[in-house]
Every structure is written in C-alpha cells, then in structure tokens.
C-alpha cells in the first residue's frame, strides 16, 4: 500500500489554482521567493515527513510518552523527527527575515504543515506548539522578554505551550484560578493548576517556556482580569544561559484515546512558592493576547483534522482499488470475476465524502491562511480591517467544520476496509482516534457555534458578514462555465435564506426566546458552515473546470480536475440540502433541547 500522503497535484492546485499564490509572491514582503523556491521547500517537507515522522507514526502510538517520577521518556524517534524538523526551519518558517525566518507565506507554511500532519500528528504538535507560542511572544511581549525567549523557540532550543485550562473551569476562563503576585523586582509567583497542556513536559529541548494565563490579585472579575505570563520551566541567568529550575511540577501525564505520541499533562505552579513568571504586554490584557495563539492555533486545528481525515482517505482510496470483494451487475453469476470494491456504488459514495469533506476542509483552511497573508502584505486601510473582520468571522468555522467532518471521514474509511479497518494492524482506525479529539480542542464545537452565532456575527456592526458577502459574490460571478454555474444556482435559494436567518436570529437574541435559540446554536454553525464549504468547492470546482477544458480527456491531469467537479457536484447535491432541518429549527426557535429537565434523562 502507498505511503504517499499527500499528491503534489492537490497542493499546487490549492496553492497556485485556487488562491493564485503568485499573486502574493508578487508583494513586495514575499518578492524574494518564487515557484521554484516553494517546490524545494515543499520538496523538503515531504522528504522530512516521509523519512523522519510516517515511519514511527504507529509505533508511537503504541509506546506513548511515560513518567518515572522523575522525568518523561518517549521513543528516540520523535527527538529525531523534532531535531529534523527544526534543523531545516520550519519553525521560523512563516517569521521575518529580520527575525531569523524565511518569510514563507502562510500558505505555504500550511502546504508544509499538511505533509507532516498526514504523517504524524503527534510528533508534529511539538514544533507547531512552539511555533504559535512564540508568536505571541514576538506580537506582544516587550523587547527584553522577546529578545531572551524568542529566537531560542524559533530555532527550537527551546519550546513552548499555552497554559489556559484548570481542573475546575475547563472551557470557562472567566473562572480561573491561577494567581499571579507581583514582586519588587518586576517579576511575578504564580501559584496554580494547570491541565491538558500539550507538551508540558518532555527532553526534546533544553527548556520549555509556558504562556500561563493567570490573575493578578486586585484586578477585575472575570475575563477582564486575566494576564499573560511566561513561565519557563527553567530560569534563565542574567547572561541568558539555562539556570535553576523554575517551580514548575509534573503532576501528572493524561492518556488519551488518540494523538497518543504528544504528552498531555496536569501542572502545578508554585507548589513550593518560587514560581517566577514574566508578564506579557500590558496586564488584564492576557485574554486578547491568547486569543492571537489561540485563534491561530484553531486554524491549525482544523487544518489538522482535515489531513488526518485526508490520510484515512488516501488509504481507502488505494484499498479500494485493490480489495477484490463481489461482483457487480448485471455480470453476478458465480462464473463472472469478482471486482475491486471501488466498483460498488456504496463504497464510491463513501469516498466521495471523504473526498468531498477532506478536501473541501482544506481548501477552507488554505483560505484562511491567504488571509493571513493579505493582512501581513496589506496597507493600513479599510481593506486590511474588512479582511481581518473576514479572518475573525471564519475562524470558528475553520476549526469547527473540519473537525466535525474529518472524524467522520475517518469513520468511513474504517467503513471501507470493513472488518479490516477495525483493527490495529491497518491505520485507519489510529486516523480516527486521533481525530476525535480535535472536536474538542482549542474550544470545543458547540462553543465555537456560540462564538460565530453571538459575536462574530455581529462584532464591529457586521464588517465581517459584509466581507463575507462580497467576496462571496465576487468568488460566484467567476462561475461562467456550464458546471460551476449549476452549482451557483444549486447555492442561490440558500443565500436568501441565510440572509432571512441572520435577520431572525438578531431580533431572537433581545427576546425572552434567547435560551431555546442558545441551545440551537449548531443549528446556525450547520447552515453557515455549509454555505462557506459550498462556496468553498465553487471555488475549486471554478478553477477545476477552466483547467479541464484546456485538456484532452486521456490527460492525467484531466481526471484530477473532473474528481474535483465531481465532488463539488456531490457536496451541493448531497450534504447542502441537510439543512432545510436547522432553517426549520431555527426560525422555530425550536425548544426541544434546551427545556429538556435534567431529571428527565
């Protein structure tokens, strides 16, 4: 079976096809790499992954981290990969020139980052962690804190983790607990629990620095009183060099059901009252900055979802092709050869969702990451603030959608290898459990439709929807070609309903029905989620058809392109339609769940 994870022709496509990236290379901030650079690094991110991180995928799996009491061990091979990985500068990739990066577009980065997540999920959350980790740093943090942590993180000397959750508040950061005490020399102690920190702990790199959301005794209530704090887990001296070990305990590692390979751990800050932390920026202010980490990390959440779910469509693909198993009609007879089971109708729908959730949820994430490229190439400017509008506005659909829909592609590649797909001895099933846990991660699904259905919506009076409409539009009126205009028309009913909705769901959120409408929440991220995918696979089915018709239909190239009309044609068919339900719903204010009695159950 192939280890080939992700086809070249997928990502030029995504790149080059369907964001024109030589557009962006054109700006002056990317004018010093070209097509050529970008297929040698792509080149060595596929190199790296397949050499370094896929071969010892499953045996991580199987021989997660492990903690004596004294410190966490884990397989030799995931140093390797890291050292690999870090070596080559993927971690300052996206990062300025001025700061040690190459000054890749965001694009790119995540053209990188899908090798690696189709290969190994688990060994990459490390250096991807650091990464987005020290991005606040370089964002937020004053000079003397961003000069001792940061180029250290973008070399991979040292890495880094947020620090957000507790025992007791889980999603509820309004809650939390974590003390923060100011000292004489400018320095903090901190003292508190932290939990399901990914990469707490580990001996990949020679220090670990934490951004720990904590609460200045005195400040305000709630979120409007949580700070940010760097907290290595060993003190640096006055020269910089690694010095006495900070307060900072291992409580403990979780074992999870998935992503089995990255170390999940319980901290405790402080517990001997020698914690020292560094604020970061201004105080009270931490929410906004970790929003930054965590927004970004989102986007890679999402992204992730869809490569694992794209790997476990890749697999079946080949299985497909080559399982030998029935026959198909009319030729049934016992004497009639059996065929590949790529012949039968059920298993070709069962591919094409996955294709269609797959790869539509990466066309969503490269979007986003083009967005991230016009607001570091773009003048300040209304255009610049309705694009980042746009950006905040897709966000928890870009975490949300393929979170939810990448697991469920994984499901049917479990499906397709049948009894097969049940057992370790194949990867799909290692795909799907280490998916299910990006519903939950970076802010669970059902908090990321109450995000997009009670504030995105609305933030700074709607420049967001109104960006949205625009490009939406503008993205629409390029479909001149027969089959990407049906599929226009196939969307057309649904955008005037959404505009209906929206308009609903503004005058039920200042009524006494805003309860029942709160708990239909995903009803609303079902149906603009699903107007987003559609638009998002016009757009590919767009570029797919002009690029067909240049063709001759024994062309390779042909088939690729034909595959994605085919699947844009599948998802408006089969998947838009499953909304009429939450339109209903919604524009009920439908009850059922929300006056449910807990003592019903």
């Not at 901030?29 to 010892?56: M, N, V, W």
């Not at 809650?175 to 702990?201: M, N, V």
């Not at 979780?254 to 020292?276: P, V």
């Not at 694009?387 to 499901?411: H, I, Q, R, Y």
Request: aromatic share 10%; charged share 20%; hydrophobic share 40%.
């Amino acid at each position: 079976m192939a280890n080939l994870l992700v086809p070249r022709d997928e990502l030029e496509f995504q790149l080059f096809q369907n964001l024109d990236l030589d557009s962006v290379l054109q700006r002056p901030y990317f004018s010093d790499h070209d097509r050529g650079s970008i297929a040698a690094i792509l080149d060595t991110a596929e190199q790296i992954a397949e050499e370094q991180f896929l071969p010892h995928n499953a045996e991580a799996d199987k021989n997660e981290p492990v903690f004596d009491g004294q410190k966490v061990s884990m397989m030799d091979e995931v140093k390797i990969a890291f050292d690999t990985y870090r070596e080559a500068g993927f971690i300052a990739g996206r990062y300025s020139f001025e700061d040690g990066g190459m000054q890749l577009p965001e694009t790119v980065m995540t053209a990188c980052a899908s090798y690696f997540m189709a290969a190994n999920p688990s060994s990459t959350a490390y250096p991807f962690l650091t990464a987005a980790a020290a991005n606040v740093i370089c964002h937020f943090a004053g000079d003397e804190l961003k000069h001792r942590y940061m180029p250290r993180m973008l070399t991979g000397e040292f890495t880094g983790t947020m620090a957000l959750t507790e025992p007791h508040a889980g999603s509820s950061l309004a809650d939390i607990r974590t003390s923060a005490t100011p000292q004489d020399d400018g320095t903090y102690r901190l003292k508190g629990s932290k939990i399901y920190i990914s990469g707490g702990e580990h001996e990949l790199s020679s220090n670990i620095i934490h951004l720990v959301l904590a609460k200045i005794p005195g400040g305000p209530a709630g979120v409007k009183g949580i700070s940010l704090f760097i907290v290595p887990k060993y003190r640096l001296t006055e020269d910089e060099q690694i010095g006495a070990k900070n307060d900072v305990t291992l409580a403990g590692l979780i074992h999870k059901m998935g992503y089995r390979g990255t170390t999940s751990t319980a901290l405790t800050f402080g517990e001997n009252d020698d914690c020292h932390g560094y604020l970061v920026g201004e105080p009270h202010q931490g929410l906004r900055y970790m929003f930054m980490m965590m927004n970004e990390a989102r986007i890679g959440v999402g992204f992730g979802a869809a490569m694992i779910g794209y790997r476990g469509y890749r697999y079946s693909l080949e299985y497909a092709k080559d399982r030998v198993q029935g026959r198909k009609p009319p030729h049934t007879g016992p004497a009639d050869p059996a065929v590949p089971i790529i012949e039968h109708g059920d298993v070709r729908r069962m591919l094409l969702a996955q294709k269609a959730y797959t790869e539509g949820g990466m066309a969503l994430c490269f979007y986003g990451a083009k967005l991230v490229d016009d607001l570091t190439s773009m003048e300040e400017g209304a255009d610049k603030t309705a694009t980042a509008e746009l950006l905040d506005l897709l966000t928890p659909v870009c975490k949300a959608w393929p979170s939810e829909f990448g697991p469920k592609a994984n499901d049917l590649a479990i499906q397709v290898l049948g009894g097969a797909g049940y057992t370790r001895e194949y990867p799909v099933e290692q795909c799907w459990r280490d998916n299910r846990l990006n519903p939950i991660h970076e802010g669970t699904n059902g908090i990321q439709a109450l995000d997009l259905m009670t504030r995105k919506l609305w933030q700074n009076q709607q420049q967001g929807l109104r960006a949205f409409q625009k490009v939406l539009q503008q993205d629409l009126a390029q479909a001149t070609l027969p089959r990407s205009a049906a599929l226009v028309a196939q969307l057309h009913p649904y955008l005037g309903k959404l505009e209906q909705i929206i308009g609903h769901i503004g005058q039920s959120l200042q009524s006494e029905k805003q309860s029942a409408l709160l708990s239909d929440a995903q009803c609303f991220m079902n149906i603009f989620s699903s107007v987003v995918m559609s638009w998002m696979w016009i757009r590919q089915a767009t570029a797919a058809e002009k690029q067909m018709s240049e063709l001759d239909t024994d062309n390779p190239k042909y088939h690729f392109y034909a595959g994605k009309l085919h699947a844009a044609d599948y998802y408006l068919r089969w998947e838009l339609p499953l909304i009429e339900r939450d339109f209903a719903l919604l524009k009920a204010l439908d009850d059922t769940c929300d006056s449910m009695q807990a003592e019903w159950f």
